[in-house]
C-alpha cells in the first residue's frame, strides 16, 4: 500500500468550493476559422451530476489519434469539420440549432433543426428540444432521422490535469434519442412530401416512435467547459442501442482538448483573453486579501495524513493540535461527493486517531479537509 499525501495549496476544498462559470455566446460559440485539436483518449466514467465538484484527470491515456476540428462559413451559418465528416450549423439569435450533416455515406437536412445550446447557459439550465431530418443513405435509399434531445448544464467544479489545475468548470450533459427510417424512393432524393414531413415531425409522433420503434439509438455526451476557454477541454461520447426496450452497448469513447492547444491556436479569442486575465486578477486579489488575514488555523494542527485499505472499505485518519481548537472534518471523494462529516467539536492539544467508515465504497482518490476555529486549515489527498 502506498500512502500518497499531496498538499492543494490552490484550492478552497470540497465544501468551500465555488465554481461560476457561464456559456455565453461571444465565449463559447464556435466561430468560422477556428481550428482545434482533439486528442482520443481512453473512456471514463464521466461520475455524478451536482456542484462542488473535483475531477482528477492525472492519467490520462492517449490512443495517439489527433482530430483537428475546424469551422467555415460566416456568423450564421457554419459548418464544422472533422473526421470525414461536415456537421451544419445555424445561429439563430442566442441558439445555436444543428441543421445537418454529410459524409461519404449520408446526407441529413433538418426539416426541424436540432437546438444544440441557448445562450447564456450556467449551471442547473435545461432544455429539450425535437429534431427531424430527411436525407439520402448510399446515395440512392431514403433517409429519415427524427428524436429528442435533452440539454443539461447538470454539474461545475473544478479540473487537475496532473500537475495543472483549472477552476470555473461547467459541465453539460446531452441525451440524445433518435430512431431512423431507410426505404427505396418513390420519386427522387428526399421526396418526401411536406405534409408527411410536418405530421412525422411533431413532438407526439415523435414520442411516439422513440417509444415503440424496434431500433433505437441513445447517444449519452459529456462536456468540460473551463471559464476561458472557448472550447471544451474534456468530451465523452457513449452510443447504445435500444432493441425491442433492451439497452446493448455500441460504442464509446472520449476527447482531449488541450487548453494549451486552444490559446496557441485561437490567438485573436479577444473575449477569453480577457475572461482568463480577469480569472488571473481575481485570484491575485483573494491571495493578497487572505495574507492580509489575521487568521490562526493553520498553526494548530500538525502532520495529519489519511491511510488505510481500499479492499476493506476503512481509512484512518491521524493529525495531532498544537493547541486547543474547534475542530470540523469533511471526507469526499474525487467528485467531490461528501462521504462523512464530523461537526464542529472543540478538541484539547494531542494527538488525534479517527477510522472512518465508509461502507465499502471504493474510489481512487478520497479528499480530506479540516476547518479549524472556523477557517480552512489544509486538504490533502489520499490514494493506495
Request: hydrophobic content about 30%; glycine content about 6%.
Amino acid at each position: 500500500m502506498k500512502d500518497s499525501v499531496i498538499l492543494l495549496a490552490s484550492i478552497l476544498g470540497c465544501l468551500s468550493l465555488k465554481a461560476q462559470n457561464t456559456l455565453y455566446k461571444s465565449e463559447n460559440a464556435p466561430r468560422p476559422g477556428d481550428k482545434i485539436i482533439k486528442e482520443r483518449i481512453s473512456y471514463f466514467d464521466p461520475g455524478e451530476k451536482g456542484d462542488k465538484k473535483i475531477w482528477y484527470f492525472d492519467h490520462l491515456t492517449t490512443e495517439k489519434e489527433r482530430y483537428e476540428l475546424k469551422y467555415s462559413g460566416n456568423d450564421s451559418l457554419l459548418t464544422g469539420h472533422e473526421h470525414l465528416t461536415f456537421y451544419r450549423y445555424q445561429m439563430q439569435g442566442d441558439s445555436l440549432l444543428i441543421t445537418g450533416m454529410e459524409n461519404r455515406t449520408m446526407i441529413q437536412k433538418s426539416y426541424l433543426p436540432e437546438l444544440s445550446v441557448k445562450y447564456p447557459f450556467r449551471f442547473g439550465d435545461r432544455f429539450e428540444s425535437y429534431f427531424y431530418n430527411v436525407g439520402e443513405y448510399q446515395h440512392n435509399l431514403d433517409l429519415t432521422v427524427s428524436g429528442k434531445s435533452i440539454v443539461e448544464a447538470d454539474a461545475e467544479g473544478m479540473l487537475i490535469i496532473g500537475e495543472d489545475t483549472l477552476e470555473n468548470i461547467l459541465r453539460v450533459h446531452t441525451l440524445r434519442k433518435s430512431v431512423s427510417e431507410i426505404k427505396i424512393p418513390e420519386c427522387s432524393y428526399m421526396s418526401e412530401d411536406s405534409v408527411t414531413a410536418k405530421l412525422r415531425s411533431r413532438p407526439d409522433s415523435i414520442d411516439y416512435r422513440i417509444a415503440n420503434d424496434t431500433l433505437v439509438i441513445l447517444t449519452d455526451t459529456y462536456r468540460w467547459y473551463a471559464a476561458g476557454y472557448r472550447y471544451p477541454v474534456f468530451e465523452t461520447i457513449e452510443n447504445k442501442l435500444i432493441r425491442n426496450g433492451k439497452e446493448e452497448p455500441h460504442f464509446r469513447t472520449a476527447f482531449y482538448y488541450p487548453p494549451d492547444e486552444q490559446y496557441y491556436t485561437l490567438p485573436e479569442d479577444m473575449e477569453n483573453l480577457l475572461r482568463r486575465e480577469k480569472i488571473e486578477a481575481e485570484k491575485l486579489a483573494a491571495k493578497d486579501s487572505s495574507e492580509n488575514e489575521s487568521v490562526i488555523p493553520k498553526s494548530k494542527i500538525n502532520e495529519y495524513k489519511l491511510s488505510g485499505n481500499k479492499a476493506g472499505g476503512d481509512l484512518i485518519l491521524e493529525y495531532t493540535l498544537t493547541e486547543s481548537a474547534d475542530v470540523e472534518i469533511a471526507l469526499c471523494n474525487a467528485q467531490g461527493q461528501l462521504l462523512k462529516m464530523y461537526p464542529k467539536e472543540t478538541q484539547q492539544a494531542g494527538y488525534y486517531r479517527k477510522e472512518i467508515k465508509i461502507n465499502g465504497s471504493i474510489f481512487e482518490r478520497y479528499v480530506i479537509r479540516f476547518i479549524i476555529d472556523g477557517q480552512p486549515a489544509g486538504e490533502k489527498i489520499w490514494s493506495e
